[in-house]
Nanobody
Framework: QVRLVESGGGLVQAGGSLRLSCTAS????????MGWYRQTPGKQRDLVAG???????NYADSVKGRFTIARDNAKNTVYLQMNSLKPEDTAVYYC???????????WGQGTQVTVSS
């Protein structure tokens, strides 16, 4: 079983920046993928960015060039640096981990990001 603890959400003006963090603990194999999804009320949860333990990354088109995902394997922590934030980035952001060895995906509790215009 894997536990994820997120931090770093909040309220920011358009054009501002926020940094999200998520630390995983529990049964995690060295080869795994971590990342972030986001969700607004009444809509599906969409991938924002993911990063493998070998540092391969992927991003949603809507955040490319503005968001950067990074990780610290020694700390089992993933970060999402969000720059040039827009009101449409407002959502609950959920951290996830695919822990490796065919383990099932785990989710964090979610952190609210609100971007005011």
């Amino acid at each position: 079983q894997v536990r994820l603890v997120e931090s770093g959400g909040g309220l920011v003006q358009a054009g501002g920046s926020l940094r999200l963090s998520c630390t995983a603990s529990g049964s995690i194999f060295s080869i795994n993928t971590m990342g972030w999804y986001r969700q607004t009320p009444g809509k599906q949860r969409d991938l924002v960015a993911g990063i493998t333990s070998r540092f391969s990354t992927n991003y949603a088109d809507s955040v490319k060039g503005r968001f950067t995902i990074a990780r610290d394997n020694a700390k089992n922590t993933v970060y999402l640096q969000m720059n040039s934030l827009k009101p449409e980035d407002t959502a609950v952001y959920y951290c996830y981990i695919d822990p490796g060895n065919s383990g099932s995906r785990s989710w964090g509790q979610g952190t609210q990001v609100t971007v005011s215009s």
